[in-house]
């Protein structure tokens, strides 16, 4: 059974950083497409970041570009989201996301939610000025 765990969460002075972690289970497909998205209250859930298992290719969204980092341990298979310089509008809960068996990097590259099938249960990022 595919499992996803987000660990790292917590409450951050602005200008801080928090480094999320994504245990990853449960799966034996060679290329996959590991995402991190979030939710804040009232609006919509986006995808910040993913990566592209097969070659490394990391895509972001404008909103994190620069800030945020996504990678992953290839021995461990955890997948990380490393987040600097944060910001009061990056609170939001904190979501790492699959899509498993995928070969077109396309996917991965547009940062659309629809894309991953699989998420995690989230973990909570507060950004307090």
């Known amino acids: 059974q595919v499992r996803l765990a987000e660990f790292g969460g917590g409450s951050v002075q602005a200008g801080g950083s928090l480094r999320l972690s994504c245990e990853a289970s449960?799966?034996?497909?060679?290329?996959?497409?590991f995402a991190w998205g979030r939710q804040a209250p009232g609006k919509e859930r986006e995808v910040v970041a993913s990566?592209?298992?097969?070659?490394?290719?990391?895509y972001y969204a404008d909103s994190v570009k620069g800030r945020f980092s996504i990678s992953r341990d290839n021995a461990n298979g955890t997948v990380y989201l490393q987040m600097n310089s944060l910001k009061p509008e990056d609170t939001a809960v904190y979501y790492c996301?699959?899509?498993?068996?995928?070969?077109?990097?396309?996917?991965?590259?547009?940062?659309?939610?629809?894309?991953?099938?699989?998420w995690g249960q989230g973990t909570q990022v507060t950004v307090v000025s």
């Open positions: 449960g799966y034996s497909y060679p290329s996959n497409c």
């Open positions: 996301a699959a899509r498993l068996n995928s070969y077109n990097r396309y996917y991965c590259s547009g940062l659309l939610t629809d894309s991953f099938a699989r």
């Open positions: 990566i592209f298992e097969t070659d490394g290719s990391t």
